[in-house]
């Protein structure tokens, strides 16, 4: 994912402004991180370069 995507990117749940935490970055491209919304908390994981912004219950845990 793309730093600048941030600009669009909001909570699914309430739509406010969600906080970036890079885990790890290659050549300016986000692979690891979460995304925390600023109002109600929820945390969004980032794997593999990709944002998971599906509600909790609706996200499917991957095995470890």
Do not use: F, W
């Amino acid at each position: 994912m793309q730093e600048d995507l941030m600009e669009i990117l909001c909570c699914p749940l309430d739509k406010h402004e969600l906080d970036l935490e890079v885990t790890e970055q290659d050549d300016g491209e986000i692979l690891t991180g979460t995304l925390t919304c600023t109002e109600c908390g929820e945390a969004y994981p980032i794997e593999d370069g990709i944002p998971n912004l599906l509600p909790p219950d609706m996200r499917e845990e991957s095995p470890a």
